[in-house]
């Protein structure tokens, strides 16, 4: 992580909030200062025209083929209702083109022939001895060749140009000096110091590496061990969204199972150790080569560089850190995988540091210490005395990739599942329950009467139900303070309400963590969008598998799905380049997207009533006394405030009998004050647009 750095510069060169923005040397960029209206961490920039020799959604024969065979996709038809639905397609007559697809067989050896366009996942055996067995245990894998992946990310013409490959350093203006500020991983400190170690024409690629069991069927016997891929040099909105450039399963984990006898003990943890790590070797092997010596590749924009590529993040919850890191864990005398802090350290609320970080180069000679000892009591003890396993980290093949330096605190599981979700929500379910029905019901009541907001769960009820989902967990404990209002008090409740600030407090942490302009954005190594992918795989393994070898048939599925995403997007590409040559292909649905003022647009618009009509049917609502005239007031005085002349030059004077429309939703696109980028809010409300009459005024 980089230090704050402040650049003393004479106020009156600079406007306040003005960002300084300055490349790494091997760059050779020259630094830059923009006001903050023209500085934007977005990139707008129009992919070149679609190659028009061949149609984008070859090798399907026709769109509607593709279309068909992505919807069939989508809704997980099995073999049997997708060989239905073609056979009803064949039955009806189309006037724009003909559906081809006989079968499900000839829909298969077409996504066969498709799949081929992005890398695909290969199956490999690994041996790992276990104590003095005669024969190694042997174990199945698959991964997508990380290389492959990255390289058809970094030739795609959609993905390419928001990629980011020199580090910056980005400051603000606060009036006397620039104020270092971090959000995206480019602009920390490791990308910077890493950029240093290459050749000055190299460039690095970084990966963020996630790897969690995830439970596919309903009661968790059956579980995946996916690993998720992304690339860090992509904006935080590509690389955590859900499109081509965003998070992808690149490997599938063998899964160790349990053996009672030999639970807990060092040769056993050692052994789920290796078989771990020599799977994920397998899975860093292609990039582990070119992070030596680098690898030229020929971008989407017909440049050639040369990449040198890293991992940057490991993102992962706790357990799975003490994996990659090879760490003893929680009991062990040293339980963090960053540093070596005492376990007895960690409780004090006065810390005694700063203490040793852990390195990959000191954990290796610790290794290689315990080894030339002859005695297993001694080789234990050296080991013991850092909390290590006696195991190679696979993350060591990768050249200036360490796992102690890669790894980060967790805010889903640390806050959302961890101290709201397994005591703070706990306690108030249990004091919630104690204080009866009545108050049980009233919270339930007042979850579901909350407002519907985009992006956020609405729950009808809460308190008797069990959430393992961190993102439920999240929400829950933006509203519960609300939904608890006037029912614990200070006065009828002391330990409720007591409970609740403790809740307060929480959110005002929780909210500094969420922060996106800080010195350690937790957005970028986050569990969360790396855990939302495990859904579409337990909905691939109930509704696509015979529950029977269902790796094989849910990574299928996982690349098909790759594909029609590719796929989709050349075809959106090619849409959007013929209608800007006049021609407008297909004829597509007209959504009725209302009325668009500036960066406001309405929708959802009701019937025209008048202002006599509307006061009446409100009659008893005090928001509708004197409607027609308060919004004249409000019309008059906004048109003064904000300078401009008044229609005709005239008073506006809404009569009686002026129609207004209602529209019961509003989009509005803004730039947000958080991260500086645009954003869109969604709200379904009830507001009131385009005031009209047939006689004369106002329109």
Known sequence: MAHSRRLVTLPAQYELDDIHTEYHPHSSLPSVTKCFSDFSREHFVMPPPPDLDRDPWHPFRCRLDFEVAELALEAALTKDQTSRLIKLLQRVAYKREKFSLKDYKDLRQT?????HRVTP??????????RDEPEPRTFNMWHRPLWGWACDLLKDPRVGPHFVFDAQRLSKFNGRSFVHFIDEPWTAGDFWDFQSQIPPDGKLLAFILYADKAKLSSFGREKGYPVVARCANLPTAIRNGEGFGGGRVVGWL?????????????AWVNFKNAVWHESFKKLLETIASHSKTGCWVKCWDDVARWFFPLILIL???????????????VMSKFPCPVCLIPREELSKSALSGPFERRTRENVIKTLKEAREQHRADEKEAIL???????VDNSLNTVERTDSHRATSWDRLHADHEGFYGDHLWVELQTLLNECGRAVVATVNENFAVMP???????FD???D???????KHEDISKLIVFACHGILTEDNNKIGYLLLRCIRAYLEFDMYTALETTKGVTRNYNTKPNEKMHGPLKQSYQQRTNYKNVAQQILNVDHCQLTAQWLRCKIEDYDAYMKSQGDGGLEEEVEDLGQEFFHVRLGAAEKPETFEVIELSHTGDRAFERFRIKLNDFLNAHFAAVGKELPGGKRINLNAKYEIIENRYIKVNYESMVDWCQRTDYLRTATYSAVSSSSSGVG
């Open 111 to 115: 996504w066969d022939a498709v799949g």
């Open 121 to 130: 996942f290969q199956k490999e055996l690994i041996s790992v001895p276990y």
């Open 254 to 266: 063998p899964i160790v199972k349990e053996d009672k006898k030999q639970a807990g003990k060092p």
């Open 315 to 329: 993102s992962a919850d706790y357990e799975e850190q003490c994996v990659m890191t090879l760490i003893r864990g």
């Open 384 to 390: 013991i005395a850092q909390g290590l396993c006696d």
């Open 452 to 458: 519907r907001w985009r992006s956020l769960n609405h």
């Open 461 to 463: 009820e809460v308190v």
């Open 465 to 471: 139900i069990s959430f393992s989902d961190g993102s």
